[in-house]
């Protein structure tokens, strides 16, 4: 269990979240403690932005390289924000296009945040997996032949 910390004021979470929203790694870094530990739940094979980093420089280089090489970012919208003590939770969408389709493609995600003396200690970022995963490979995923297969293995 993790002891609370001293309260994040309201207007630090609002400057994290217009800095996250620019993905300007500068305007990201003063947010970031050197020891974050910084998940992103998804699937890592079609979105390579998704596992886990730890570090402020692994953080920072998520935003300056490896989204980008994956998907620009044209919209970063948190449509429901709660801070609590010293965390934050926000539900947002993400709206980007793909750099090896040129598709747009648009998903929401949570986030849950823990701060310590004003800078992201933790990120934990959960997307909306499935949809992202359909929008980037093009079309539906079917369930079915999975089913299928599944079913056939259990006999």
Known sequence: MTVPTAAVPRPVVHAFYQALASRDPARIAPFIDDDVRWTIVGPVDVLR????????????????????????????????????GDRAASFSRITGTLRASGHTISYRCAHFIRFRSDKVVECRSIIDS???????????????????RSSTSRT
């Open 49 to 84: 932005f998704c596992g886990e980093r730890r570090g402020k420089a692994a953080v920072l280089n998520l935003f300056q390289r490896v989204v980008p090489e994956v998907l620009a970012v044209t919209a970063f919208a948190p449509e429901i924000l709660l801070v609590d």
């Open 130 to 148: 499935f949809d992202a995963a359909e929008q980037v490979l093009g079309h539906p995923i079917d369930l079915t032949q999975d089913r299928a």
